[in-house]
């Protein structure tokens, strides 16, 4: 049984920086970080493939977030730096059987999310 708990969420000033963890239990996947703001589809933020060799970003996120894993404690992270108050959402982390995935069909798994909230 794949389990996948998010934690780091919080309230933020713009510019501010925070990072989202995924503790992961149930195995190696490629994993990917989602986001869901009110009223919108959850959106594709980034992504790391099983063995940490390829990344992928959201055009949005690029140069200001950064996913990254850390095998001995199963975790996966996602560094946000200047943050925007349009980043305010709920962030869901996700993991794949597949290879590294951008589309959230492809995501077999998925965290209960976390709020992250850019005030202006």
């Known amino acids: 049984q794949v389990q996948l708990v998010e934690s780091g969420g919080g309230l933020v000033q713009a510019g501010g920086s925070l990072r989202l963890s995924c503790a992961a239990s149930?195995?190696?996947?490629?994993m990917g970080w989602f986001r869901q703001a009110a009223g919108k589809e959850r959106a594709f933020v980034a992504g790391i493939s099983r063995n940490n060799a390829v990344t992928s970003y959201a055009d949005s996120v690029k140069g200001r977030f950064t996913i990254s894993r850390d095998y001995a404690k199963n975790t996966v992270y996602l560094q946000m730096n200047s943050l925007k108050p349009e980043d305010t959402a709920v962030y869901y982390c996700?993991?794949?059987?597949?290879?590294?995935?951008?589309?959230?069909?492809?995501?077999?798994?998925w965290g209960q999310g976390t709020q992250v909230t850019v005030s202006s």
């Open positions: 996700a993991a794949t059987r597949d290879s590294l995935a951008l589309t959230r069909t492809r995501y077999d798994y």
């Open positions: 149930g195995g190696t996947y490629a």
